[in-house]
């Protein structure tokens, strides 16, 4: 089969956020507590469909407490769980991974309800990627501390779909207009970047445009994060500036792509990120560049161009079933009825182990930041997405407060998540003012040639505070 295995780890930095997908918003504190599973027979491959998972053979209960720390009760075996940002979580207890989303369901067109006592059926297998099983997991209701702050007729009822928000749809439909009046009062309210017009995005409609800079149920989340624990800090000291796209003369950043009108940028950024790091892994004599459109048509961990995580993308994804390169399964920048079976000589390529740097959720800073990217790669970053970034160009990009998109005859725009990879930092040398260069999946025309320095420091559109990294040991064989 030559089953190329790419051992890379995958370190989860930091905070909640909500990139897309499911309208779950569930916090730290909603999981801490007992959790019953109800778990169908072992024994099955990756291949399980876990929406007939049949009968329930085994429950097990596990109680999930601070510090991350999870214990089955009926042993006492100590293992770990992590919140994955407001959608769901993943424990490993003994030999066993378990991972699944919060339960949630559509209601009617324009309401969706989710709980943060129960789960979706979610996917267990042992930690050499076998003996899969499915299960469901329910809080017990014992210390309902939040219970209380969630009355049944409001919580979890959301206005709008997971895919479609509780927008005009009729408006949406128009075809996109860059506003130039916009532009011009950005332009006029700071000197630090410029704004400009896209005329190519005019073949688009507003919901395409939309799509493309995220998704989301609105506002990103950053829920209480569990306490950190104190580590020993030990000063250490990094270069000035940093630029994966220039190491001694050397580009270990595969070129920008663009995703189109799919809210696929998770995918995007997951994948920019595994390229990247393999190309540093093996000093640019392996360049693949992998298949979004694999991870949108056939990943059951994401929600296809409706929206997904980088963690659980170029983590979860790639660990349990590997990504495959872009020939082997080329990108249409839409959802697809199934998932064609790759064919059949082509390479997976799997990552090793995933987890937050830390050691847990909520482990991570600037700092760390910093010091993963420059040791073992691009980072896939969570931003928050305002109209203005839409129309940058060129400079130092930060979200300008003052000024407010205003086209008639509506105003389709809120605030929406979009992933993309975080490849260097610097400072201007004339203002000082530092920036993270980012890599963008909207195309070579947009921006700085694809990319975008976005300003550093003060955790601008949430840069910092929801990113994550993955590093790859050396070694392919
Ligand atoms: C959809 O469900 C919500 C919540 O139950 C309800 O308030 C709303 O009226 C319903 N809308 C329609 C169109 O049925
Ligand atoms: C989850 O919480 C809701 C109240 O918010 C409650 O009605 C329901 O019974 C709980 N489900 C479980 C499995 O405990
Ligand atoms: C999610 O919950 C947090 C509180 O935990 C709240 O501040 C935030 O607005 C919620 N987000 C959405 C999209 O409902
Ligand atoms: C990496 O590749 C560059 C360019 O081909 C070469 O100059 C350099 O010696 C290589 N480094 C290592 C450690 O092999």
């Given amino acids: 089969m030559g089953t190329i295995v790419c051992f890379v780890i995958v370190l989860i930095c930091c905070v909640a956020s909500s990139v897309g997908d499911t309208v779950a918003n569930c916090t730290h504190e909603d999981l801490l507590g007992s959790w019953i599973f109800h778990m169908s027979e072992g024994g099955h491959d990756k291949t399980i469909d876990c929406s007939k998972p049949g009968p329930v053979h085994k429950v097990i209960t596990i109680s999930l407490s601070s510090y991350n720390t999870a214990i089955v009760e009926s042993d006492h075996e100590i293992g770990t769980y992590n919140l994955i940002y407001n959608q769901g979580f993943e424990v490993e207890v003994g030999f066993h991974t378990l991972f699944a989303f919060f339960a949630w369901e559509t209601l009617n067109d324009t309401h969706t309800k989710y709980w943060c006592n129960k ?52 408006a949406l439909q128009a075809p996109y207009m860059n506003d130039m009046q916009f532009i011009m009062e950005l332009n006029k309210q700071q000197r630090s970047w410029v704004a400009d017009s896209y005329p190519e995005l005019e073949s688009m409609t507003y919901e395409q445009v939309l799509s493309r800079s995220g998704h989301g149920n609105g506002p990103i989340v950053r829920s209480k994060l569990p306490r950190k624990l104190k580590f020993s ?12 796209r220039n190491v001694n003369g050397q580009n270990f950043v595969s070129p920008v792509r663009n995703q189109g009108s799919c809210g696929s940028c998770y995918a995007f950024a997951s994948m920019a990120m595994l390229e990247a790091r393999i190309r540093i892994a093996t000093n640019n004599t392996q360049t693949p560049v992998f298949s979004p459109q694999e991870v ?168 910092s505070s929801l990113a994550q990294q993955s590093f790859p040991i050396p070694e392919l064989e």
Wanted: glycine share 10%; with cysteine.
């Fill in 296 to 463: 949108v048509s056939c990943s059951q961990y994401a929600q296809g161009c409706a929206g997904g995580f980088p963690f659980l993308i170029a983590g979860k994804y790639a660990h349990d079933f590997g990504v495959v390169e872009e020939q082997c399964y080329p990108y249409l920048g839409k959802d697809t009825d199934k998932c064609e079976p790759a064919m059949v000589d082509c390479k997976r390529h799997y990552v090793a182990k995933y987890e937050y740097v830390g050691g847990y959720y909520g482990a991570c800073s600037e700092e760390k930041m910093i010091e993963d990217l420059v040791a073992f790669g691009p980072i896939a970053v969570a931003i928050e997405v305002y109209p203005d970034f839409q129309q940058y160009k060129s400079g130092i990009y930060h979200h300008v407060t003052s000024v407010e998109r205003n086209s008639p005859p509506f105003n389709p725009f809120e605030l929406t998540n979009h992933a993309v990879l975080v490849v260097g930092y610097g400072a201007d040398p004339s203002s000082g003012e530092k920036y993270w260069i980012v890599k963008n999946s909207w195309g070579e025309s947009w921006g700085e040639k694809g990319f975008v320095r976005i300003r550093r420091g003060v955790d601008e559109i949430a840069i």
């Fill in 233 to 244: 800090s030990v000063v250490k000291t990094f270069p000035e500036s940093f630029d994966w």
């Fill in 119 to 170: 789960t979706m059926y979610g996917w267990a297998h042992d930690n050499l990627g076998n003996n899969w099983a499915c299960f469901i997991a329910m809080k017990q209701p014992d210390k309902a501390v939040l219970q209380s702050e969630l009355p049944e007729n409001t919580n979890g009822i959301v206005k709008g779909t997971p895919s479609k928000l509780l927008r005009n749809k009729l």
